[in-house]
């Protein structure tokens, strides 16, 4: 009988694998109902969905294996970085989903949550205030107008699955929709800085860098107490906050 590796999992959601097949349980049925619409409308491998059973969803595994982690070493060539480029590309490329996604927040919305957020960070004492000053500077370059495309919302590395320089799927569809394109670029980047030429070789468009940065920072900014508060570490080498002082 296979055993059941626990992939992840917190107080909102986990993910089980038993041998080929992903169990992804959520507490948010919105959440299951936005990434079997989204994976059925992307223009790019994605998981087959094998049955449905609120809270739960079934998926197959995928073949092949991730580009890395964040906090962990990277992986793979130079070409299937920018395989991955070029399916970011063409998924942001495809008519748009039907709702705004993780990546489609409004700006004004978004600079009051990372407002608020930066002065929790200092008052409680989790980063130091100059940390927090220098990369809420950085990320003012996100807010900007942007165009909006056809967005994963989650686009880690741990989510695009690669064979050789070949993509062959991207999972946890669960925070798509519209949104802004290089959210999920810098995203898919974050932590991995070394690897973005080769992304963007690959997606075969111009980006802005400092939006790219700024992604960085503003991410990061909203992601370390949620991370602390759900058992994971920020401080790890490598992650979110090894993000911020990289900004310094």
Same mark, same amino acid.
């Given at each position: 009988?296979?055993?059941?590796?626990?992939?992840?999992?917190?107080?909102?959601?986990?993910?089980?694998?038993?041998?080929?097949?992903?169990?992804?349980?959520?507490?948010?049925?919105?959440?299951?109902?936005?990434?079997?619409?989204?994976?059925?409308?992307?223009?790019?491998?994605?998981?087959?969905?094998?049955?449905?059973?609120?809270?739960?969803?079934?998926?197959?595994? $995928?073949?092949?294996?991730? @580009?890395?982690? %964040?906090? /962990?070493?990277?992986?793979? &060539?130079?070409? #299937?970085? =920018? !395989?991955?480029?070029?399916?970011?590309?063409? $998924?942001?490329?495809?008519? @748009?989903?039907? %709702?705004? /996604?993780?990546?489609?927040? &409004?700006?004004? #919305?978004? =600079? !009051?949550?990372?407002?608020?957020?930066?002065? $929790?960070?200092?008052?409680?004492?989790?980063?130091?205030?100059?940390?927090?000053?220098?990369?809420?500077?950085?990320?003012? !370059?996100?807010?900007?107008?942007?165009?909006?495309?056809?967005?994963?919302?989650?686009?880690?590395?741990?989510?695009?699955?690669?064979?050789?320089?070949?993509?062959?799927?991207?999972?946890?569809?669960?925070?798509?929709?519209?949104?802004?394109?290089?959210?999920?670029?810098?995203?898919?980047?974050?932590?991995?800085?070394?690897?973005?030429?080769?992304?963007?070789?690959?997606?075969?468009?111009?980006?802005?860098?400092?939006?790219?940065?700024?992604?960085?920072?503003?991410?990061?900014?909203?992601?370390?107490?949620?991370?602390?508060?759900?058992?994971?570490?920020?401080?790890?080498?490598?992650?979110?906050?090894?993000?911020?002082?990289?900004?310094?």
């Amino acid at each position: 009988m296979d055993e059941v590796e626990v992939v992840v999992a917190h107080s909102e959601r986990a993910t089980l694998r038993v041998g080929d097949v992903f169990l992804k349980v959520d507490a948010d049925q919105a959440r299951i109902d936005v990434e079997v619409e989204a994976m059925s409308l992307a223009p790019v491998p994605t998981p087959a969905v094998l049955w449905r059973k609120p809270p739960v969803l079934a998926v197959a595994a $995928l073949p092949g294996t991730t @580009l890395g982690r %964040l906090g /962990g070493p990277s992986t793979g &060539s130079p070409a #299937a970085w =920018a !395989a991955a480029g070029a399916t970011i590309r063409k $998924l942001h490329q495809a008519p @748009l989903p039907p %709702l705004p /996604g993780r990546a489609g927040r &409004s700006v004004v #919305a978004l =600079a !009051a949550e990372l407002d608020d957020e930066c002065e $929790l960070l200092v008052t409680s004492g989790v980063l130091a205030a100059d940390l927090v000053t220098r990369n809420r500077q950085v990320a003012e !370059a996100a807010f900007r107008p942007w165009t909006p495309a056809f967005t994963h919302g989650d686009l880690q590395i741990a989510h695009v699955f690669v064979d050789g320089d070949e993509v062959t799927g991207i999972i946890d569809w669960s925070e798509a929709g519209q949104g802004d394109a290089l959210y999920d670029l810098a995203t898919f980047t974050l932590g991995h800085e070394e690897h973005l030429d080769d992304v963007i070789a690959g997606y075969g468009t111009d980006v802005d860098l400092d939006v790219i940065h700024a992604w960085w920072s503003l991410r990061s900014l909203l992601a370390v107490r949620w991370l602390i508060e759900h058992g994971f570490d920020p401080f790890a080498p490598g992650c979110e906050v090894d993000v911020l002082r990289s900004r310094m």
